[in-house]
């Protein structure tokens, strides 16, 4: 497990074999897509935005099916802020 502190506050707990993210706690009120603190959300992927120093995570979250188009796949993403620190923990 990880935990990432961006700038902003926010504190995320990353779980990379379960493909799963919660935020903790922060300064302003979670995006819908991120749910409630504390809540578990599955992931598709993350990646890295920005260069090195002012990075930021973009978590690309479980790609769904558009439901009026079955042919079309549908990612929604969340970019955090940058990040401030990250530390293993178990």
Do not use: C, H, N
């Given at each position: ?5 961006t700038?902003s506050?926010?504190?995320?707990e990353l779980?990379?074999?379960?493909k ?6 922060g300064?302003?009120?979670p995006t ?5 603190d504390?809540?578990?959300?599955q992931?598709?992927?993350l990646?890295?935005v ?5 990075q930021r995570?973009m ?6 099916e558009d439901?009026?188009?079955p042919?079309?796949r549908i990612a ?6 940058t990040i401030k620190?990250e530390?293993?923990?178990?």
């Amino acid at each position: 497990m990880k935990l990432i502190t961006t700038d902003s506050g926010s504190v995320y707990e990353l779980d990379e074999d379960q493909k799963r993210i919660r935020r903790l706690s922060g300064a302003k009120p979670p995006t819908p897509r991120q749910g409630s603190d504390g809540e578990w959300r599955q992931y598709e992927g993350l990646d890295r935005v920005g260069p090195e120093g002012a990075q930021r995570l973009m978590v690309i979250w479980r790609i769904d099916e558009d439901e009026g188009f079955p042919d079309v796949r549908i990612a929604r993403s969340t970019l955090t802020s940058t990040i401030k620190s990250e530390e293993y923990v178990q």
